[in-house]
């Protein structure tokens, strides 16, 4: 049988292939706005692609919740969440759902999030950084949040503040957070400013955890990471693996070259003491048993 190599066929047609993907893409792009219409009418949340509404990796919100079930179990009392940037909402969920099933529904979730641009065009390319862009320049993103927040119905236990942490966290007091999630912009500098404002929110015990640790500092092509910390998402030549280079540096820095316990790219420390300087950091064991990991209802596609 005579086959033909898919690069000679589209040698020879190449306008018959891009037609093909234009098709195929075309047809992706309604079948997404219909779902985002569907839900926008009929009330449900929404976390597909546009305005890439679904960030990162799903299966990292199953940790993020097996450690509120874990936490929970540690002591029995309000547990107050602190999460600084929050997009559409996504994780804010993911921890207002796990403070109901863990917790009977004692405890809050703050967010914080200016939900204006964060990222330099010029570093950040592909659709996902095309689709944030136009979502944040049209003030679209904070109505999507809203609009998850309050069909999820854990608008009981979100509250959220607009505006950037260097501004909302040094005003706020010592030692009043179970937990504090770090995801908002990922260069270097705020990272680093991002888990030092942090750390001093914290109670004695509390959790400091944050999003995007594909790879740690004693993994990577350190040379190359030093060089690309403003960018978001780049490949490293070391590994070949994807990862945010700012985030990886960021916590090198301030956990002095520890390794972090991080699972599928979502990390965490135990802080012990409190006030931010005098501080230790304790790995955290997230217990598995033979669990299957479940991405929460909210972000299955
Ligand atoms: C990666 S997204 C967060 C995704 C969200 N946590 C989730 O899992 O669905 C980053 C968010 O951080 C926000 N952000 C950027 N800079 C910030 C800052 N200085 N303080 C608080 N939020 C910030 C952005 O507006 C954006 O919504």
Redesign the pocket.
């Known amino acids: 049988m005579i086959t033909e190599s898919k690069s000679s066929v589209k040698a020879r047609f190449p306008r018959l292939l891009k037609l093909h993907r234009n098709l195929k893409w075309g047809s992706a792009a309604l079948w997404s706005s219909l779902r985002f219409r569907c839900c926008m009418a009929r009330n449900r949340p929404y976390f597909g692609p546009i305005m890439a509404a679904r960030?990162?990796n799903p299966r990292r919100h199953w940790y993020m919740q097996r450690l509120i079930e874990q936490e929970c179990q540690r002591s029995r009392r309000p547990f107050i969440v602190l999460?600084?940037?929050?997009?559409?909402g996504?994780?804010a969920i993911t921890w207002a759902q796990a403070i109901k099933d863990f917790n009977h529904g004692q405890g809050l979730v703050i967010c914080?999030?200016?939900?204006v641009q964060?990222f330099a065009d010029d570093i950040s390319r592909g659709w996902v950084y095309g689709a944030m862009s136009r979502a944040l320049r049209k003030g679209q993103i904070i109505s999507l949040f809203m609009h998850n927040i309050r069909t999820s119905g854990h608008d009981d236990v979100i509250r959220f503040i607009r505006g950037?942490?260097?501004e909302l966290l040094p005003r706020m007091g010592a030692g009043q957070f179970d937990l504090v999630f770090v995801?908002?912009?990922h260069t270097y500098h705020?990272v680093l400013q991002d888990l030092t404002n942090s750390a001093r929110l914290l109670r004695d015990g509390g959790i400091l955890c944050g999003?995007d640790l594909e790879l740690q500092a004693a993994q990577v092509d350190m040379q190359f990471t030093l060089q690309n910390t403003q960018s978001d998402f780049i490949q490293d030549p070391k590994t070949g693996k994807w990862y945010h280079p700012g985030v990886t540096r960021a916590l090198a820095g301030y956990f002095g070259h520890q390794e972090v316990s991080a699972w599928e790219g979502f990390w965490a420390m135990r802080v012990r003491g409190t006030g931010g300087d005098e501080v230790n950091w304790e790995r955290v064991a997230i217990e598995m048993g033979n669990l299957d990991v479940v991405v929460p209802e909210h972000l299955r596609s």
């Open positions: 960030q990162g999460e600084i940037g929050s997009w559409a996504g994780s914080i999030d200016p939900w964060y950037a942490s260097d995801d908002g912009a705020q999003d």
